[in-house]
């Protein structure tokens, strides 16, 4: 039995070792490790530690023999590449320069706070000072005061054990101490023991030691005025010391002690602070030379606070980062790393403003170390040896380098080559260098910046910041061999500089881009276009440097005309005979090449609309001399249909015969009132019976002359006015009472007026009553058109209508038409209406005969909607000209009737009748209808007033006789008295049926209530075969009589 517990016991044993060491295996494989890469320059006399990605933020370890005093210690440095700005970062530390520039408002640089000596391990780490213990060392030398409520950092290497001792003094030897020691005699405790008491305060026991020669050992030592002393270490939060004092010692001093060489740093670092919500500028003004802002910095704040970073750009604000305080931190004891990143930033140099902002009463922001950065940055730590460590064997003591929270893992130490660079070859495109060369077993940087077009000497100066923007670093990382740099700009040069940080060697490429196939429309300048009256010059300025990207070759035509090809050096070109005041375009075709130019997908168009500049005037057309009097004279013209130019004004001059001076009249061009084609000019204050010369001319805009000129001689004498045109009438408001109707008449001015109108004599004649009226013109107030109303006109009349131009001395030619007044059966009203229809006639009434007539009579012609006729014989169609309804079909006269005066008169279509029509002269029948079928009616009326005969025509279509309805045989009668009986026996049955079934119902219900009350103790239970149903599994005393049971 023991033996299978022991086997049992073996394989559970075997089987978690196994699974530890799978586990161990998987987190190796998949664990992240530090990017670090660890090179050996200089013959081994130089290490260099590059860190890559996060791990250029974090601190770096190197390991390194320790030496016996602090001239012993090999150089180190860490920095950034790129390198940041030295104009605009700082970390405060006290004395530096930069200090001054960041001297902010309410913001204070912090030297001596708790907040100083908290454990930092990230890259400012790098930075703090060592400091070499021994036992040689004066324990004097290395102390300083400890804060109130302070959590100091420290970072220990030491083979042996050491002591930290907390003194109430600045001597240890003459104030007593706390001493806290790590390692002990076994380099695995730790213990606390004050001075003048006799037992230790408190010990820690480890498995493994608590110090090491080769790797820095990071501690939390917290030490409150309450009394408490907390040692933890810093990485893992372990806790080690935790005592607390009830007599602490008031003021504390930090003293280091070893009995053999340790090295420590003491995590002490200055920082800018504030506790003030309130908004500065963020530093100095900040100059960004490429498209990319990158600022890093370490922020440190309160809860329930905010932080925030903007850009104001005229009033624009844009906030570039913002940072909150978690609500459930305490007071902050730890910094975040902040990397800000803005891409496509446009401006060159920005001033940012910082904003805190909070309510709560423990406000608290805290930066450092603030930077210029890159995206892609590294770090790179250097170790130059000391002499003493060149006297050290690298095998026994070799050196590397690992991150302090990943000791675990070192990167390979690799030996550099002498130093040397390699040939780079760059093959551009239009918006990429692509670069390659041999791989290297090292990092490398390239940087590529794009150069101005522009010289200095440009007027104005220009400066394309696209391109000076355009540039960038990018990390080659070891045994890469091609890189492409794309989102560069065309047509431009870059200064490609292959750096080796290592050795600090660089070599500098020029590779220009590609130009664009196409040109694009920005590049294009403004061509200045100064055109005269018969041509052009085009003046072609320089090209835009800033915005240039690939030689010009230039198509320049005017389109439809002239065509020329030049190259991008001529600078001006002129275009000659051109029409005066002429509307041109200008075509400006650009490309790369001149075969290019003729393709049209590789080029582009501009289009410049100009106008020639007006010339002289040409002379005007049309001149006529459409009126004259003893003092004036006005004449009308066109303009000519190619003037030169914009014509504006006209210049008449009226020079008399045997007179010397004629001063010219100029005045505006102005369209006539009464000819719309036509312009007017008119001049006054002439002499009355002289000869006259009349010149006359025009003027373009922008000119100084008048063009050719138009003569024209004549007498300042009355003349015969001409004969109006245009004459008509309408005949309006025709009474529906009296018999006369409004007679308006119409006409337009003579075109060939000469003389002056004063009137208008209008005759209406040959017929009673006549008409003689004037028309007169006031002041030469002349109309195109002219109206006249003559009332009272008789029905029916006909005139001569004459109308004539006078003035004071002549009267001029008539001009006449005929008249005819408005039959007065033309205004009346004699709609016929259907009053009836049977199976073959309808009846129509039409209104009584107006008293004015002599008399109406009706002629009815019937048309049938069909296809058996399909021309109208002439002798239907009577006086209605050819305006029947229909022009087909079956057609017929139905009839004539007289209309009566006194009464309405009824006319039935389809009687059967016949009757003689005079306006046929024939004798008709008024043939029945039938049904089923359409018919048009047509009713043509014979109005005769003044012995005057007037025909007018109605219609009425779609007529449609329908079968006729015969009224629907009675049902047989049922004998009413048969019908009362089986009623009343029905009801009868019904109502006993229902008296039955409620004595039932009663009977029933009173003989249940018998039974309850008179036996209580009835015991119900279910039927045998009532349990198979759900439904009723109960029973009710309405359903079962009395039921027994055993």
């Not at 799978?22 to 998949?30: C, L, R, T």
């Not at 003094?169 to 790590?182: E, N, R, V």
């Not at 022009?887 to 005066?901: C, D, F, N, P, V």
């Amino acid at each position: 039995m023991n033996r299978l517990i022991r086997e049992k016991r073996t394989k559970v044993l075997v089987f978690v070792i196994l699974l530890f060491a799978v586990n161990g295996v998987y987190s190796a494989v998949n664990s992240k490790f530090p990017n670090l890469l660890h090179l050996a320059t200089n013959n081994g006399n130089e290490e260099v530690c590059v860190a890559f990605d996060e791990d250029a933020y974090s601190a770096v370890e190197w390991y390194y023999p320790i030496p016996e005093d602090e001239t012993q210690l090999p150089k180190t440095d860490a920095s950034y590449l790129p390198l940041p700005s030295t104009e605009y970062g700082c970390n405060f530390e006290e004395g530096r320069q930069c200090n001054k520039i960041w001297d902010l408002k309410n913001w204070t640089i912090s030297i001596f706070t708790a907040n100083n000596y908290i454990p930092i391990f990230d890259t400012r780490w790098d930075g703090f000072k060592i400091y070499v213990i021994t036992n040689k060392t004066k324990i004097n030398d290395n102390g300083f005061v400890i804060p109130e409520d302070a959590n100091i950092g420290l970072s220990i290497r030491s083979a042996g054990s050491v002591d930290i001792l907390l003194c109430k003094g600045f001597d240890p030897k003459s104030y007593p101490c706390y001493t806290i020691t790590l390692g002990g005699n076994n380099h695995t405790e730790i213990s606390i023991k004050k001075q003048g008491v006799k037992e230790k305060l408190s010990t820690y026991s480890n498995d493994f030691p608590i110090l090491a020669e080769h790797e820095w050992k990071n501690f939390g030592l917290l030490v409150s005025k309450t009394g408490q002393i907390h040692l933890n270490e810093a990485n893992t939060g372990n806790s080690y010391i935790n005592v607390t004092d009830p007599k602490p010692f008031e003021t504390l001093f930090l003293f280091m002690n070893s009995t053999s060489p340790s090295l420590w740093k003491i995590h002490k670092n200055q920082f800018l602070y504030t506790n003030t919500s309130q908004v500065v500028p963020f530093g100095p003004l900040l100059n960004v030379s490429s498209s990319t802002l990158c600022l890093s910095m370490y922020l440190m704040m309160c809860r329930n606070c905010s932080f925030y970073i903007y850009k104001d750009i005229d009033n624009d604000k844009e906030i570039v980062f913002e940072e909150h305080g978690a609500n459930n931190s305490t007071l902050p004891t730890e910094w975040k790393h902040v990397k800000i990143i803005v891409e496509n930033f446009t401006e060159n140099a920005v001033q940012l403003y910082v904003k805190t902002k909070s309510n709560a009463t423990d406000r608290f922001w805290a930066i450092d170390d603030v930077r210029t950065c890159h995206k892609n940055e590294f770090k790179i730590n250097r170790l130059t040896k000391s002499d003493f460590a060149k006297t050290i064997d690298f095998v026994k003591a070799p050196y590397s380098c690992h991150t302090l929270n990943f000791p675990e893992w070192r990167p390979k130490r690799k030996l550099l080559p002498p130093p040397g660079l390699p040939m780079v070859f760059n093959v551009p495109s239009t918006t990429s260098i692509t670069s390659h060369w041999t791989p290297l077993s090292q990092p490398y940087i390239l940087k590529y910046e794009g150069s101005d077009l522009c010289s200095k000497d440009t007027t104005p100066r220009l400066s394309n910041q696209e391109r000076l923007k355009s540039n960038g670093w990018v990390i080659i990382k070891p045994n890469e061999d091609i890189l492409v740099i794309d989102k560069l700009i065309p047509f431009t040069s870059y200064a490609v500089k292959f750096i080796d940080p290592i050795y600090k060697m660089n070599k500098t490429y020029t590779v220009s881009t590609l130009p664009t196939d196409k040109p694009k429309m920005t590049e294009i300048p403004k061509f200045t276009i100064q055109p005269s009256s018969t041509e052009v010059s085009v003046s072609i300025p320089a090209r835009l440097c800033n915005v240039s990207f690939g030689p010009l070759i230039y198509g320049i035509e005017i389109i439809g005309q002239i065509r020329r090809q030049i190259e991008i050096e001529h600078r001006n070109i002129k275009f000659e005979n051109l029409e005066p005041f002429t509307n041109y375009t200008l075509s400006v075709q650009a490309a790369r090449t001149n075969k290019k130019l003729n393709d049209s997908t590789a080029r582009i168009t501009t289009y410049y609309n100009f106008t020639t500049e007006p010339a002289v005037a040409a002379q005007m057309e049309f001149v006529e001399l459409y009126e004259i009097g003893q003092t004036f004279a006005s004449f009308r013209y066109k303009l000519p249909k190619q003037p030169r130019g914009k014509p504006i004004s006209v210049q008449i001059m009226a020079c008399a015969t045997y007179v010397k001076e004629c001063p010219p009249k100029v005045t505006t061009i102005t369209q006539c009132k009464l000819w719309k084609d036509f312009y007017c000019v008119t001049i006054d204050n002439l002499v009355k019976q002289l000869y006259y010369t009349f010149k006359l001319s025009i003027r373009n805009n922008n000119t100084n002359s008048f063009g050719g000129e138009k003569v024209i001689i004549k007498q300042t004498v009355d003349q015969e006015p001409g004969i109006p045109t245009n004459l008509s009438y309408t005949v309006i408001n025709c009474s529906n009472i009296s018999e006369t109707c409004n007679l308006n008449i119409s006409w337009t001015h003579p075109y060939n007026q000469t003389g002056v109108i004063k009137l208008f004599e209008i005759f209406l004649l040959d017929s009673e009553p006549s008409f003689m009226e004037k028309a007169f013109i006031e002041s030469r107030n002349y109309l195109s058109t002219y109206s006249y109303l003559i009332p009272f006109v008789p029905y029916a009349a006909s005139y001569n209508l004459s109308i004539r131009a006078c003035n004071d001395v002549h009267k001029g030619k008539f001009a006449s038409i005929s008249v005819k007044i408005d039959h007065i059966g033309q205004h009346i009203n004699q709609t016929p209406e259907v009053i009836r229809t049977t199976d073959k006639s309808v009846t129509f009434q039409l209104p009584k005969s107006d008293y004015r007539l002599n008399s109406s009579t009706v002629t009815i012609i019937v048309q049938q909607d069909d296809n058996k006729v399909l021309n109208i014989s002439p002798n239907l169609t009577l006086q209605t000209e050819d305006s029947l309804c229909l022009h087909k079909g079956t057609s017929w006269i139905a009839g004539e009737w007289q209309m009566l005066r006194t009464e309405t008169t009824n006319i039935t279509v389809g009687d059967n009748s016949s009757m003689f029509v005079t306006l046929a002269n024939v004798t008709v029948a008024n043939k029945p209808l039938f049904m089923n079928t359409y018919y048009c009616i047509n009713f043509v009326i014979e109005n005769i007033y003044r012995d005057i005969k007037h025909f007018r025509i109605y219609h009425k279509d779609r007529i449609f006789l329908k079968e006729a309805i015969h009224p629907i045989e009675p049902m047989p009668q049922v004998n009413t008295s048969n019908t009362s009986v089986i009623v009343v026996t029905v009801l009868g049955i019904v109502v006993f049926a229902l008296i039955v079934v409620a004595a039932i119902f009663y009977f029933r219900r009173k003989q249940g209530r018998r039974r309850t009350h008179s036996d209580g103790e009835h015991i119900y239970e279910a039927m045998p075969d009532e349990e198979c149903n759900n439904t009723y599994n109960v029973v009710y005393n309405a359903v079962y009589d009395k039921l027994t049971h055993d």
